[in-house]
């Protein structure tokens, strides 16, 4: 059986999205994609996380560069937002998409800055929780 990536997402072991950006803006002295990992994974260091990271952590991490991208490429959320028909192989692209965004976005802004996008995607992804 295949899941998609918004069934995976679902899963009770999954981080709350809002809740890991929120989290993630408090170590946007890490950068976009460290703050992330240390906000859903617990930890920046890819041993550690290596060996407790499940599936809907690695989706949920995705999922919040799209949300993160989306806010400063309206091009990474232009075929919407990841459901239940999106492929493995397009959530990949569209990952992509929004990693290099949101990369090229934090080399030209600072910290605080950082921390101000990532509350900003925390509220966009509250939202989207709440309507769901």
């Known amino acids: 059986m295949t899941m998609s990536v918004t069934e995976l997402a679902a899963l009770p072991t999954a981080p ?6 929120r989290e993630a803006a408090q170590y946007a002295g ?3 994609h ?16 290596a060996a407790v990271i499940t599936p809907e952590h690695a989706i949920a ?7 993160v991208g989306g806010l400063v490429d309206p091009e990474v959320t232009d075929q919407g937002w990841p459901d239940a028909t999106w492929p493995a192989g397009y959530f990949a692209q569209r990952v992509r998409r929004a990693h290099e965004a949101v990369s090229g976005w ?3 802004h600072t910290t605080e800055q950082l921390a101000h996008l ?3 995607a925390a509220d966009r992804a509250q939202a989207m929780e709440a309507a769901a």
């Open 34 to 49: 460290m703050a992330l990992r240390r906000a859903l994974f617990g930890t920046t260091t890819f041993e550690d996380f």
């Open 118 to 120: 990532l509350e900003a």
């Open 106 to 108: 934090a080399a030209d």
């Open 30 to 32: 890490h950068g976009p």
């Open 16 to 21: 709350t999205l809002s809740r890991g950006l």
């Open 61 to 67: 991490e995705g999922v919040a560069l799209i949300v």
